[in-house]
């Protein structure tokens, strides 16, 4: 993966607006946080093949983090912290961010197939 280049990500993303995509967002702190001094809490999220068509797609950067962001008929759908981009299979968008330690923090996923199990 590399880090992300704003404006080839967003030339990436314009290129799935008004058509029906599969979304794939997950979010964690990492299944190992409980364990740290047992004061952390996990949290996460998890969707994965849910099929939606934006209209608008954003990436933006405030105080130095990146989100992204895409707008459905009824609402947005954002991932904020991503760092890291790449292309994969051709044709399928992945953006994540990771911890200082490397862990997966957040992922989005756009494609126009769905993903795989």
């Known amino acids: 993966m590399e880090l992300i280049d704003m404006k ?3 030339e ?12 794939h967002l997950e979010t964690t702190n ?3 946080a409980s364990h ?4 952390g809490v996990n949290v996460g ?3 994965r093949n849910a099929r ?3 209209n ?3 990436i933006v950067q405030s105080d130095n983090v990146l989100r992204v962001g895409l707008k459905i008929d009824m609402g947005w759908i954002y991932a904020e912290g991503v760092s890291h981009w790449e292309m994969y299979e051709e044709t399928k968008l992945l953006l994540a961010g990771h911890d200082e330690f ?3 923090r957040v992922a989005l996923q756009i494609s126009e197939t769905p993903f795989k199990h």
């Open 8 to 10: 080839r990500v967003q």
């Open 12 to 23: 990436v993303l314009d290129q799935f607006k008004n058509k029906p995509v599969y979304i």
């Open 30 to 32: 990492g299944s190992y």
């Open 36 to 39: 740290f001094d047992n004061k």
């Open 45 to 47: 999220a998890y969707i």
């Open 52 to 54: 939606v068509t934006f």
């Open 56 to 58: 608008q797609a954003k």
């Open 102 to 104: 490397g862990r997966l």
